[in-house]
């Protein structure tokens, strides 16, 4: 099933809401022109800065969770056993909506005049960094997400909402986001029957820069770099349709509670350095 596209003066002129209330994945075509800082202008303006290095075994399959170190961005640039580095997959997350000024120098455009910076609506714009074939497993998110690629290409799958269908993993482990069905790609129906339906109705699509995904809260997706280098930002807001999703609502209160609890990784914002 195709995944709709609008202009970037449309999407201005309904504005993040009207997408929000209409409730389906759309992708937004950027000005032209809107190239953002880039690879270079990224690592010399935030190059200092402190991130989140997130590494996993490099296997679509991997049901342990991710191990996280803080290190400095250039040091993800420069040093290339982050690229090589066999059997493993390494990636760079960074949450700056604290920093609105390099927020909207990276993407080019004025983003807080879209996604509201100051306010409680806007719970993280996060800077995103991978290399090829980096993937996100399938999972849902509890905020709406507007993920705006800027160099690199994202191969998404996403499905519509639902919870038992997806066979979510323990919540006792914090893995209540997250499908048993570790790729969508890659189904074994006669474990998972219940996700036929849901998959059926299932979205594919590449994200190239330029472009700017919408995607509900709740809605089921997992990503694959397809680049040597894949930079994107994505914006998180808290919006009351999550009080329409229980099942959405009640992992992310477990979900929050299970990561401060074992002090993992929780996208909280951090000062850019600039």
């Known amino acids: 099933m195709p995944v709709p596209r ?25 000005p032209r ?10 690592a010399e303006r935030l190059g200092d800065m402190s991130v989140t290095l997130f590494t996993e075994p490099s296997n679509k ?60 609506s806007l719970n993280a714009a996060n800077l995103w960094i991978s290399h090829r074939g980096v993937f996100t497993q399938s999972h849902f998110d509890e905020l709406e997400n507007f993920n705006v690629c800027l160099e690199g290409r994202k191969r998404f799958v996403l499905a519509p909402p639902g919870f038992w269908e997806y066979y979510p993993r323990s919540l006792k482990d914090g ?45 089921w997706h997992q990503a694959e770099s397809l680049d040597d280098m894949n930079i994107n930002m994505n914006f998180w807001l808290y919006d009351p349709k999550i009080l329409r999703r229980p099942y959405v609502l009640g992992v992310a209160i477990y979900t929050a509670v299970y990561r401060k609890l074992k002090g993992i990784y929780n996208y909280e914002a951090t000062e850019a350095a600039s």
């Open 6 to 30: 609008i202009p970037f003066d449309q999407f201005m002129a309904f504005g993040p809401r009207a997408l929000i209330r209409a409730d389906v994945p759309v992708i937004i075509t950027l």
């Open 33 to 42: 022109g809107t190239e953002g800082l880039g690879r270079e202008g990224v």
């Open 61 to 120: 399959q991997n049901s342990e969770r991710w191990h996280t170190r803080d290190i400095r961005l250039r040091e993800f640039f420069e040093d290339e056993k982050y690229l090589n580095d066999p059997g493993t997959w390494n990636r760079i997350v960074s949450n700056i909506r604290n920093s609105p000024a390099d927020v909207n120098k990276i993407l080019g455009f004025d983003a807080a005049k879209l996604f509201a910076h100051g306010r409680r």
């Open 175 to 219: 893995f209540g986001d997250k499908s048993q069905v570790f790729d969508f790609d890659q189904v074994d129906w006669a474990r998972y029957p219940k996700l036929a339906a849901k998959l059926a109705q299932r979205r594919e699509l590449i994200l190239e820069p330029g472009e700017m995904l919408y995607l509900p809260l709740g809605w």
